[in-house]
């Protein structure tokens, strides 16, 4: 039995890892947009874009290293690419929460929370062009 959930984790040891990684740049993202939502008393769009900025540099170190084990340098174009591909996400999430906040009058906190879940999917699929492109060229 033990064997079977060995070789089930290292079929699926990307997804696992990316999943560890997501929930921290989640929980990053969340703990610094709740502190400037209510302890600054920011706008929550601009503390959405703080807050990202913090979680794509974390997300961007960890997901190279853990998830996606990038053997090319850590250099300025694979950054640049990392964040450009965040850019969609950051777009999403900004209009997913204006939606939710502004016209259906939900939480801000909680839009955040939901947003959340479409933000790492989607931030998945973008990191394998990023990480993966290098290892197929």
Same mark, same amino acid.
């Not at 874009?49 to 170190?61: E, H, L, M, R």
């Given at each position: *039995?033990?064997? @079977?959930?060995?070789?089930?984790?290292?079929?699926?040891?990307?997804?696992?890892?990316?999943?560890?990684?997501?929930? *921290?740049?989640?929980?990053?993202? !969340?703990?610094? !947009?709740?502190?400037?939502?209510?302890?600054?008393? /920011?706008? !929550?769009?601009?503390?959405?874009?703080?807050?990202?900025?913090?979680?794509?540099?974390?997300?961007?170190?960890?997901?190279? #290293?853990?998830?996606?084990?990038?053997?090319?340098?850590?250099?300025?174009?694979?950054?640049?690419?990392?964040? &450009?591909?965040?850019?969609?996400? &950051?777009? &999403?999430?900004?209009?997913? /929460?204006?939606?939710?906040?502004?016209?259906?009058?939900?939480? #801000?906190? &909680?839009? #955040?929370?939901?947003?959340?879940?479409?933000?790492?999917?989607?931030?998945?699929?973008?990191?394998?062009?990023?990480? @993966?492109? #290098? @290892?197929?060229?």
């Amino acid at each position: *039995m033990t064997e @079977k959930i060995r070789s089930l984790i290292a079929a699926r040891r990307e997804q696992l890892a990316y999943l560890v990684v997501g929930v *921290m740049t989640t929980v990053i993202n !969340y703990i610094i !947009y709740v502190l400037l939502t209510e302890g600054v008393s /920011l706008h !929550y769009a601009a503390s959405n874009v703080i807050a990202w900025a913090a979680a794509v540099a974390f997300s961007y170190f960890a997901n190279g #290293k853990w998830v996606y084990r990038s053997t090319g340098r850590r250099g300025w174009r694979e950054a640049g690419e990392f964040v &450009l591909s965040r850019l969609f996400s &950051l777009g &999403l999430e900004t209009v997913l /929460l204006l939606l939710l906040v502004d016209l259906l009058h939900a939480d #801000k906190l &909680l839009a #955040k929370l939901l947003v959340a879940v479409v933000v790492v999917v989607v931030n998945y699929l973008t990191g394998l062009l990023v990480f @993966k492109r #290098k @290892k197929q060229a």
